[in-house]
């Protein structure tokens, strides 16, 4: 192909991927990113000898990524190393109840007949109707360009959607398979993985639980950020121009077709094509149509966070903590109806350290504790911070959480007006639009622009969606979309 020049704006996980898959396929490759350091919402942040993750915390379908690899000629476990997570959590309820949700079936089998017999075989059934999906999904909307017309493959998947319960909200499905108000919880916290309510959003999410059990969670040793690290020392080593704190204020185009990028700074950048890995709703800003991004009824969930390094070892915690609200559909008319912090938050806790001794001090615990938030434009002032961190904490005293407040270290807090500022996400709504109906939850933003010519999009916010793994099927898709529309 002649010689041609990509511009990747934002240098998250897509938007290295992107960079990567776009050079071995020959093109000139330079990639801008606003911050100071690569990875986006997949970062870390470092103190008083803690390490935290502030992004993703486990990786799925591992066999993505050793693809991703070998098509940069690599063997992922010549650079990375994945350990699989088992139990995949600890949950623990309001009125008392704690279990292990593990992959192991004896195990896991003997726990459901302890909350509610009937349930292991509707788990069975839900566990199939995940699966019915995941397979219609892998080869067609997981693999394609959504703008494509279906292919034979595609029209033969089709012929074996599970058509009862798969299209009905998603909360009912749950209901229809479990009895255990328990179990309806846990399960009814998936769509909250694409930042949605359950209550909302379509029962076709349901191949989210069925790909976290079937294939597993895995953490990746040194922390997630390592991936980033080693991805952007791979892209330096291919030559790919990589510039730090460089945003651009504007996709530059002429009779429909983009030009290049420019740079805040008042430097232009000539391109054949561009890619932007980022919230998609701010496109039309940068290319000057509009002043206005994601409407506030559209907007996914955004996240309060804690960083917390604890001086002292927790045994009692697992690497993934789940601490549920007392009434789960009024956290969810909270966050999306009302558009406030919930006054009884269900909280995640992350611990690496308890599988990753590097993440933190010999005598210590690294702590990531995050409670869903609605992606508004409100300011979250001290009070507002202060108020929140007490519902946080109220809930995790109420679940049977450690009292560690004597034993902190260091604690930083990442509020949503903190990821809108820094990663570009309106409200900080961490992936874009929400997955509310059937439309929203499959029509997400095209990996090609069906307008400008050369203008192209990765990410979590675009086709196929959010999640690590769905990430690199987006840049794969963008690669494959560049080199067909853009080889002349």
């Given at each position: 192909?002649?010689?041609?020049?990509?511009?990747?704006?934002?240098?998250?996980?897509?938007?290295l991927?992107?960079?990567?898959?776009?050079?071995?396929?020959?093109?000139?490759?330079?990639?801008?990113?606003?911050?100071?350091?690569?990875?986006?919402?997949?970062?870390?942040?470092?103190?008083?000898?803690?390490?935290?993750?502030?992004?993703?915390?486990?990786?799925?379908?591992?066999?993505?990524?050793?693809?991703?690899f070998?098509?940069?000629?690599?063997?992922?476990?010549?650079?990375l190393?994945?350990?699989?997570?088992?139990?995949?959590?600890?949950?623990?309820f309001?009125d008392?109840?704690?279990f292990?949700?593990?992959?192991?079936?004896?195990?896991?089998?003997?726990?459901?007949?302890?909350l509610?017999p009937?349930?292991?075989?509707?788990?069975?059934?839900?566990?199939?109707?995940?699966?019915?999906?995941?397979?219609?999904?892998?080869?067609?909307?997981?693999?394609?360009?959504?703008?494509?017309?279906?292919?034979?493959?595609?029209?033969?998947a089709?012929t074996?959607?599970?058509?009862?319960?798969?299209?009905?909200?998603?909360?009912?499905?749950?209901?229809?398979?479990?009895?255990d108000?328990?179990?309806?919880?846990?399960f009814?916290r998936?769509?909250?993985?694409?930042?949605s309510?359950?209550?909302?959003?379509?029962?076709?999410?349901?191949?989210?639980?069925?790909?976290?059990?079937?294939?597993?969670?895995?953490?990746?040793?040194?922390?997630?950020?390592?991936?980033?690290?080693?991805?952007?020392e791979?892209?330096?080593?291919?030559?790919?121009?990589?510039?730090?704190?460089?945003?651009v204020?504007?996709?530059?185009?002429?009779?429909?077709?983009?030009?290049?990028?420019?740079?805040?700074?008042?430097?232009?950048?000539?391109?054949?094509?561009?890619?932007?890995?980022?919230?998609?709703?701010?496109?039309?800003?940068?290319l000057?149509?509009?002043?206005n991004?994601?409407?506030?009824?559209?907007?996914?969930l955004?996240?309060?966070v804690?960083?917390?390094?604890?001086?002292?070892?927790?045994?009692?915690?697992?690497?993934?903590?789940?601490?549920?609200?007392?009434?789960?559909?009024?956290?969810?008319?909270?966050?999306?109806?009302?558009?406030?912090?919930?006054?009884?938050?269900?909280?995640?806790?992350?611990?690496?350290?308890?599988?990753?001794?590097?993440?933190?001090?010999?005598?210590g615990?690294?702590?990531?504790?995050?409670?869903?938030?609605?992606?508004?434009?409100?300011?979250?002032?001290?009070?507002?911070?202060?108020?929140?961190?007490?519902?946080?904490?109220?809930?995790?005293?109420?679940?049977?959480?450690?009292?560690?407040?004597?034993?902190?270290v260091?604690?930083?807090?990442?509020?949503?007006?903190?990821?809108?500022?820094?990663y570009?996400?309106?409200?900080?709504?961490?992936?874009g639009?929400?997955?509310h109906?059937?439309?929203?939850?499959?029509?997400?933003?095209?990996?090609?622009?069906?307008?400008?010519?050369?203008?192209?999009?990765?990410g979590?916010?675009?086709h196929?969606?959010?999640?690590?793994?769905?990430?690199?099927?987006?840049?794969?898709?963008?690669?494959?979309?560049?080199?067909?529309?853009?080889?002349?």
């Amino acid at each position: 192909m002649p010689d041609k020049k990509a511009i990747v704006i934002g240098g998250g996980l897509g938007g290295l991927a992107a960079a990567l898959r776009l050079s071995a396929a020959g093109w000139r490759v330079t990639l801008c990113e606003q911050s100071a350091s690569l990875g986006g919402k997949m970062n870390e942040r470092r103190s008083e000898g803690f390490r935290f993750d502030t992004g993703p915390s486990l990786v799925t379908m591992p066999w993505i990524f050793e693809e991703f690899f070998e098509t940069l000629g690599l063997r992922l476990r010549d650079h990375l190393e994945l350990t699989p997570l088992r139990p995949l959590a600890r949950y623990a309820f309001a009125d008392g109840t704690t279990f292990d949700y593990t992959t192991e079936m004896p195990a896991w089998f003997d726990t459901i007949r302890r909350l509610e017999p009937a349930d292991v075989d509707g788990f069975l059934r839900y566990m199939r109707l995940g699966a019915r999906l995941y397979e219609l999904s892998r080869g067609t909307f997981l693999r394609r360009p959504m703008t494509d017309p279906p292919d034979g493959v595609a029209l033969a998947a089709m012929t074996h959607f599970p058509l009862r319960h798969a299209w009905g909200n998603y909360d009912e499905t749950v209901r229809h398979h479990f009895h255990d108000p328990r179990l309806r919880q846990l399960f009814n916290r998936y769509p909250t993985y694409v930042g949605s309510s359950p209550y909302r959003c379509p029962a076709t999410l349901t191949l989210i639980p069925f790909i976290e059990y079937a294939f597993g969670g895995w953490y990746v040793q040194g922390g997630l950020y390592r991936m980033i690290e080693c991805l952007a020392e791979i892209a330096r080593q291919r030559g790919i121009e990589i510039r730090l704190e460089s945003p651009v204020a504007a996709i530059e185009h002429r009779m429909r077709r983009i030009t290049g990028v420019q740079l805040a700074s008042g430097i232009g950048l000539p391109a054949h094509a561009v890619v932007l890995n980022g919230d998609a709703s701010t496109a039309p800003i940068l290319l000057g149509e509009t002043t206005n991004a994601l409407p506030i009824t559209e907007r996914s969930l955004s996240g309060l966070v804690f960083l917390i390094g604890v001086g002292r070892k927790l045994p009692e915690l697992h690497h993934h903590n789940v601490y549920f609200s007392a009434d789960y559909p009024a956290e969810f008319g909270q966050l999306f109806d009302d558009r406030v912090f919930p006054n009884d938050p269900t909280v995640y806790v992350n611990v690496p350290s308890r599988s990753d001794p590097t993440c933190a001090p010999k005598s210590g615990e690294t702590l990531f504790v995050m409670a869903n938030a609605p992606a508004s434009d409100l300011p979250w002032d001290d009070h507002t911070v202060t108020y929140a961190r007490g519902c946080v904490m109220e809930r995790l005293r109420s679940n049977g959480f450690p009292d560690i407040e004597s034993d902190i270290v260091t604690e930083q807090v990442i509020t949503p007006q903190h990821m809108a500022a820094r990663y570009g996400m309106p409200g900080g709504a961490i992936y874009g639009r929400h997955s509310h109906g059937w439309r929203r939850a499959f029509w997400r933003q095209p990996n090609r622009d069906g307008y400008y010519k050369g203008l192209y999009y990765v990410g979590g916010g675009s086709h196929p969606g959010g999640g690590t793994p769905i990430v690199l099927l987006s840049a794969q898709i963008v690669t494959e979309l560049m080199q067909r529309y853009e080889a002349n």
